[in-house]
């Protein structure tokens, strides 16, 4: 932690370096205690950002993720893309898929030896998902495998997933984003009449799962991922998580798909089983590379009605991939303000409701990212100027304003 608090130092001597405007803190690490995460739990949510491999390098950040957060999510590496091991599926005794968990271990076994608890992120996901687990063999030269064995193929992954992170690292996966992003954002995304808007294509390319399952791979992927659970005795939360839940469209969306899910099975006196426990709403707010839409008073309101809304169904809520973002260096302050106006909603919405509903948020625009070709995609996700970092990992003041905001009275 001590590392994070020194940059502030070389930020002051050389801040001739930063972007005109960056608002940087100049507050001691002393000022940061209790910590944010001991704030967050009292407002009956854990705080996190997230972890990538270069992050799991970089010591700076470990000390302000394990000294001020306590929870955390892979960006990548629990994804079925990334554990997926083709040769060793083609290999398989029993025809099922196999994984290779080594890069995933080391990042859930750092949260576990540093008490932070992680995320699963994600079971079943359409985008970037392997085209050769779908065929025979496992091998994109052959004919696409039947329902039935593709059907297996996704219970033995979601099973065999599941139960080595609760074996290996008992506790400290407390939930999983079963499904994500499973739901269209316009008319050709999904089928015309569908209350649920189940996507059947992203970005003109077939949605796998929706073309070779059907559109119950999604109540599949909660039964499995919960009979998984039930088979460990492990009190694992299984999420639903999708972008743009704030809004209107997806929120009724997510009403009609939550009581689809949780009619989908029934015990053995014949109840219907809760296979869904939350929605997961991922925060990336404002413009997409662009300010305008960004650090509007409507997006805090809207991210509010959401959250009740979720709350009328039953459902925990996680705010999963935060990102306020803000192009302008000139707008910082603004955007520090802005911080703290959602945090303190974000504070008092469990007392509002009478319950923890809101049990998690996690940062995912972490620190501010310079604009270049190749991480147009990243600055454009997360904002140039929206992170609670700089580039260089100096606290800003929208870290202050967040911190602030969740002291409330105790300020």
């Given at each position: 932690m001590k590392k994070v608090f020194c940059l502030l130092v070389s930020a002051l001597l050389g801040c001739c370096l930063l972007p005109a405007g960056a608002e940087v803190s100049t507050r001691p690490a002393d000022a940061y205690s209790p910590a944010l995460k001991e704030l967050a739990e009292k407002a009956g949510f854990r705080i996190g950002i997230c972890l990538s491999p270069d992050q799991l390098k970089n010591q700076s950040y470990l000390d302000l993720l394990s000294s001020q957060f306590n929870t955390t999510t892979c960006t990548n590496e629990t994804k079925a893309y990334s554990l997926l091991n083709q040769q060793a599926s083609q290999r398989s005794e029993d025809g099922m898929p196999r994984m290779d968990f080594s890069l995933a271990d080391r990042m859930v076994g750092w949260a576990r030896?540093?008490?932070?608890?992680?995320?699963?992120?994600?079971?079943?996901?359409?985008?970037?998902?392997?085209?050769?687990?779908?065929?025979?063999?496992?091998?994109?030269?052959?004919?696409?495998?039947?329902?039935?064995?593709?059907?297996?193929?996704?219970?033995?992954?979601?099973?065999?997933?599941?139960?080595?992170?609760?074996?290996?690292?008992?506790?400290?996966?407390?939930?999983?984003?079963?499904?994500?992003?499973?739901?269209?954002?316009?008319?050709?995304?999904?089928?015309?009449?569908?209350?649920?808007?189940?996507?059947?294509?992203?970005?003109?390319?077939?949605?796998?799962?929706?073309?070779?399952?059907?559109?119950?791979?999604?109540?599949?992927?909660?039964?499995?991922?919960?009979?998984?659970?039930?088979?460990?005795?492990?009190?694992?939360?299984?999420?639903?998580n999708d972008y743009n839940m704030l809004y209107p469209e997806k929120r009724n969306a997510a009403k009609h798909l939550v009581e689809r899910i949780n009619s989908f099975a029934a015990d053995e006196k014949g109840n219907p089983r809760k296979l869904i426990d939350g929605i997961g709403m991922q925060g990336y707010m404002g413009g997409y590379g662009q300010q305008s839409g960004c650090l509007s008073s409507d997006l805090i309101a809207n991210t509010r009605a959401s959250i009740r809304a979720f709350a009328d169904l039953g459902m925990e809520v996680h705010i999963t991939e935060m990102a306020l973002r803000n192009y302008e260096a000139s707008r910082d302050a603004e955007h520090a303000a802005f911080y703290g106006r959602m945090?303190?909603?974000?504070?008092?919405?469990?007392?509002?409701?009478?319950?923890?509903?809101?049990?998690?948020?996690?940062?995912?625009?972490?620190?501010?990212?310079?604009?270049?070709?190749?991480?147009e995609y990243t600055w454009k996700l997360n904002g140039t100027f929206g992170g609670i970092l700089t580039e260089k990992g100096e606290i800003k003041t929208s870290f202050d304003a967040m911190y602030d905001a969740l002291a409330g009275e105790d300020s």
């Open positions: 030896d540093h008490g932070v608890g992680v995320r699963g992120h994600v079971l079943t996901w359409d985008a970037y998902m392997t085209e050769w687990f779908f065929h025979e063999d496992y091998s994109q030269a052959k004919p696409v495998a039947s329902r039935e064995v593709l059907l297996a193929r996704l219970e033995s992954y979601i099973t065999q997933v599941v139960t080595h992170f609760e074996t290996k690292f008992p506790g400290v996966i407390y939930c999983w984003d079963v499904v994500n992003e499973a739901m269209g954002d316009s008319a050709g995304e999904y089928a015309a009449g569908d209350p649920t808007l189940r996507r059947t294509v992203r970005n003109g390319q077939p949605n796998p799962f929706y073309r070779y399952i059907g559109e119950d791979y999604v109540e599949y992927s909660f039964l499995y991922a919960r009979n998984a659970a039930e088979a460990l005795g492990a009190d694992i939360r299984l999420f639903y945090f303190e909603m974000l504070r008092g919405i469990n007392r509002e409701l009478g319950r923890d509903v809101l049990t998690s948020v996690t940062i995912w625009g972490v620190s501010d990212v310079t604009p270049n070709a190749w991480n």
